[in-house]
């Protein structure tokens, strides 16, 4: 019994893992689209630096995420 | 539909016209950048049977008032959130703009903000306002 519970564990956290996943639909990312949703933990000042940089290097995209989420790339 | 002061307005009354319904949230850079070529549109399209007006879909409606309010601009822009229309067309990307013909019909949904956006949408209206068929079929969703 105990032998077919570990058995089953991984499936089952696996399971439980999985379930919180789900697809967000463009009209529906606004927290996501939220600068505080960025990795840089200051998200106005890395802005500022990737614009600093972009103007340097005549280039644009290729940084981060395209756009703010709302799926329109 | 509400319009930024609260009050309760029906795409119908619209019914007549050809219509261009742009979905934009505040949160959503390429909306803002099309909300102004639309804007510029709509002044050129005074005294012809067509309009366009914006619906956003901030949860706040504050948010896309403050930025109508910041840019001045002048095209009707109404407040439905993320859960109504939008949810119920189940927008395929933002921005998203729909056109409607003078009986309320969907002739073309359209994604993407860019200039080739906002000149095929021309293209369609333009269509739709000399009585030729629209160049592509109803209810295609492109972009």
Redesign the interface.
């Known amino acids: 019994m105990i032998g077919s519970l570990r058995a089953l564990a991984p499936a089952l956290l696996a399971t439980a893992l999985l379930a919180g996943c789900a697809s967000v ?6 927290h996501l ?2 600068p505080i949703m960025s990795f840089d933990a200051d998200t106005r000042e890395a802005a500022r630096e990737l614009h600093w940089l972009e103007a340097r290097e005549g280039s644009t995209g290729g940084a981060g995420i395209a ?2 989420g ?4 | 539909l509400t319009d930024l002061a609260g009050a309760t307005v029906m795409l119908s009354e619209l019914r007549g016209q050809v219509v261009v319904v742009n979905f934009w949230a505040s949160w959503c850079k390429p909306c803002k950048r099309e909300l102004m070529r639309l804007d510029q549109w709509n002044r050129e399209l005074d005294g012809r049977p067509a309009r366009i007006v914006a619906v956003s879909i901030d949860s706040d409606r504050e948010k896309a008032a403050r930025f109508i309010q910041d840019k001045g601009l002048a095209l009707p822009v109404f407040h439905d959130g993320p859960s109504g229309l939008a949810a119920v067309l189940d927008l395929p990307s933002l921005p998203c703009t729909v056109v409607l013909d003078a009986w309320g019909r969907v002739v073309r949904v359209r994604g993407g903000g860019d200039d080739d956006t906002v000149r095929e949408l021309r293209h369609t209206v333009e269509a739709l306002l000399e009585n030729r068929p629209a160049s592509v079929r109803a209810g295609e969703v492109s972009g």
């Open positions: 639909k463009a009209y529906q990312r606004e689209a939220d756009g703010g709302c799926a329109c790339n």
